[in-house]
C-alpha cells in the first residue's frame, strides 16, 4: 500500500470537495454529546453568598422549596435527562447517516469526478438501517461489558459498606478481599474492553465501507469487515498509526490557535484585576466572544479532519478490495482504419 499517495489524494479530495466539510462535521456531532450540559451553569447573582457569606433570601427560599416538594426535583431531574438523551439519540442518527453520506461521496468523486452534499447525504440516508443495525449490533457486547463490571462493582460494594458501618476485623478483612477481586476482576474487564474496543472499531470502519460500497447485510458487512482486517493487518495498523499521529498534530494546532485566540483576552483580564475596578464587563463579553470564536475554528478543523480520516479509510478500503483508488483518465478513441 502506498500510504504517501493515499494520505495525498485524500487531502486533495477534502480540499477540493468541500460539501464533505459539512459532512464532516454532522458526522462528529455524537461526540460532542458530553458537554452538552456544560452552558448549564448558574449565572443569577441572587444565587451568590453575600459578602459575609450568608446564604441569600432567594436561594434560601429556592432550598425551602426543594425540601418541601423533592418530588419537583426528581421530575426536574428525569425530564433534563430525558431531554439529553433524546438530543444523543438525534445526533447520533445524523452522524450515522453523515458518515454514511461521507464514504458514498468519496465514492462518487472517485468514480464521477464529483459530488455534491445532497447526493451524498441521500447515500447515507439510503443506508442509514443496515448502518445503525452495524453501530447497535457491535455496541451490544460493549454494553455486555459494562453491565459485568457494574454487577462486580455493585457485588463488591456491599462488603465494604458493611465494614466500614461496623468496624469489625472480619468484615474487614471481607472488605479487603472484595477490593483485590474488585481489582483483578475490573482489570480483566478492561482488558477485553480494550481489545473488544480496538477490534470493534476495525469492523466499524470496513463494515460501514462494506454496506455503502459493496451494499452488504449488516451480518455481510461484519463478516466482510473482518475479512478486510484480517487480510490486510499490517497495513492496517501502520495507516492507524499515521492517522494517530495526524491526530495528535491536530490536536496540537488547535491548542496553539485557541492559546493564540485567548491570548489578548488573558492578558486584558490580568491587567483588569490589577485595576481598581476590577475585571470589567468589556472584558468579559471579550472572554465570551472569544470563547465562540474558538469553537467555532476548533469546530471547523475537527469538521475537516473527520472527513479527511473517513476519506481515507474508504480509499484504503476500495484498494484492500482491489477497487482503484483513483478516477480512470479518459483514452483517447483508436484512429479510424484508412483505406
Not at 459539512?22 to 456531532?29: C, D, E, Q, R, W
Not at 455524537?30 to 451568590?48: I, K, L, P, R
Not at 455503502?212 to 466482510?224: N, P
Not at 486584558?268 to 465570551?288: C, H, K, R, Y
Request: charged share 10%; with cysteine; aromatic share 10%.
Amino acid at each position: 500500500m502506498d500510504f504517501g499517495a493515499t494520505l495525498s489524494r485524500a487531502f486533495n479530495i477534502v480540499l477540493k470537495h468541500r460539501a464533505l466539510w459539512i459532512l464532516g462535521f454532522l458526522a462528529s456531532l455524537a461526540g460532542g454529546v458530553n458537554s452538552a450540559g456544560n452552558s448549564f451553569n448558574a449565572s443569577s447573582g441572587s444565587f451568590t453568598p453575600g459578602p459575609s457569606g450568608e446564604i441569600s433570601p432567594e436561594a434560601e427560599r429556592f432550598f425551602d422549596q426543594i425540601t418541601r416538594e423533592p418530588g419537583l426535583v426528581v421530575g426536574a431531574l428525569a425530564g433534563f435527562l430525558c431531554i439529553v438523551l433524546l438530543i444523543s439519540l438525534v445526533l447520533w442518527v445524523i452522524s450515522i447517516m453523515a458518515q454514511g453520506g461521507l464514504i458514498g461521496g468519496v465514492r462518487q468523486i472517485e468514480e464521477e469526478g464529483n459530488t455534491t452534499f445532497g447526493q451524498a447525504w441521500s447515500v447515507g440516508v439510503r443506508n442509514f438501517w443496515p448502518l445503525f443495525g452495524l453501530s447497535l449490533l457491535l455496541a451490544l457486547p460493549g454494553l455486555l461489558l459494562l453491565a459485568m463490571f457494574a454487577l462486580l462493582f455493585g457485588g463488591t460494594l456491599v462488603p465494604i459498606i458493611a465494614a466500614a458501618a461496623s468496624g469489625d476485623e472480619s468484615a474487614s478483612a471481607a472488605a479487603a478481599g472484595s477490593v483485590f477481586v474488585l481489582i483483578c476482576g475490573g482489570g480483566a474487564l478492561g482488558c477485553v474492553g480494550l481489545i473488544y474496543a480496538i477490534i470493534a472499531a476495525a469492523l466499524q470502519t470496513f463494515g460501514e465501507r462494506a454496506i455503502v460500497l459493496e451494499k452488504k447485510g449488516v451480518i455481510d458487512a461484519l463478516s466482510r469487515g473482518w475479512e478486510v482486517f484480517r487480510s490486510n493487518l499490517g497495513n492496517i495498523i501502520l495507516l492507524a498509526l499515521l492517522m494517530f499521529v495526524i491526530g495528535l498534530v491536530v490536536g496540537f494546532v488547535i491548542a496553539i490557535v485557541s492559546g493564540l485566540l485567548f491570548a489578548p483576552t488573558l492578558v486584558t483580564a490580568i491587567l483588569s484585576a490589577g485595576s481598581e475596578g476590577g475585571v470589567g464587563t468589556g472584558t468579559l463579553i471579550l472572554g465570551g466572544l472569544t470563547f465562540l470564536v474558538v469553537v467555532i475554528v476548533s469546530a471547523i478543523i475537527n469538521a475537516i479532519f473527520a472527513a479527511f480520516s473517513s476519506t481515507v479509510w474508504t480509499l484504503a478500503y476500495r484498494q484492500f478490495t482491489g477497487v482503484s483508488g483513483l478516477i480512470a483518465e479518459p483514452t483517447s478513441p483508436a484512429p479510424l482504419p484508412t483505406a
